[in-house]
């Protein structure tokens, strides 16, 4: 059985831009000043040994390496705290998980 946990200093990157953010203890995060363009954003593990390249975020499975996850929309003006926390799987004895059907979601 797989588990996810929450993983404080994990990177969140928004596509095309040198926007970042760092993830709390519960997998939240805050994101400033995101061009109101912007649609996609990416993340990163901070301990590759001790989590899989694999991400749950808005009920959905994410490959965190061949995967780009959505940004809400509409985004609001000013920094943006999204709607759901990012859950990285824990790795150690733990098998990896199936990657997500059909490629990414």
């Known amino acids: 059985m797989n588990s996810v946990a929450d993983r404080d200093g994990a990177t969140i990157a928004v596509v095309g831009t040198t926007i970042t953010a760092h993830t709390a203890t519960d997998g939240s995060f805050t994101l400033p000043n995101v061009p109101l363009t912007a649609t996609q954003f990416t993340v990163t593990s901070p301990d590759a040994f001790a989590y899989f390249n694999f991400a749950q975020y808005t009920n959905k499975q994410y ?3 061949a995967c780009k ?5 509409p985004l609001k003006a000013g920094a943006n705290t999204l709607p759901d926390n ?7 004895a733990n098998p990896p998980p199936p990657p997500p059907i059909g490629g990414c979601p």
């Open 86 to 92: 990012v859950h990285l799987y824990i790795g150690g």
């Open 63 to 65: 490959d965190t390496i």
């Open 69 to 73: 996850l959505p940004l809400p929309t």
